[in-house]
């Protein structure tokens, strides 16, 4: 069982530094964080920033939601049709790179 990662409240003394692009990286590295997949030192690194920075502290919560809602969720039955659809539109999207 995976342990849970908790989001501190305001952390005095850390400077909130979106100018810097910090909420950016910060995103980048979310989906890897919630999953517990980051070392340590990260981690932490990320706790302060959220601790810091409501804009990140409300997107990290509903990023939370919405991979707890997907995991919960079905997955819908598509047509032989509908996959071959979806595969060519991946595939295009890929080569656009």
Known sequence: M???ATVRKRTPGHRHQ???GRCLDI???LSAYIDDELPSK???ELRR???ACPNCEVFIAS???TVTLCRHSGTPQLSAQD???LRREI???AQAR
């Open 49 to 51: 920033h959220l601790g």
């Open 83 to 85: 996959r071959a659809a």
């Open 42 to 44: 990260i981690c932490g």
């Open 91 to 93: 595939l295009q999207a």
């Open 2 to 4: 995976r342990k849970k």
């Open 63 to 65: 990023l939370r939601q």
């Open 27 to 29: 995103l980048r590295q």
């Open 18 to 20: 979106t100018g810097e």
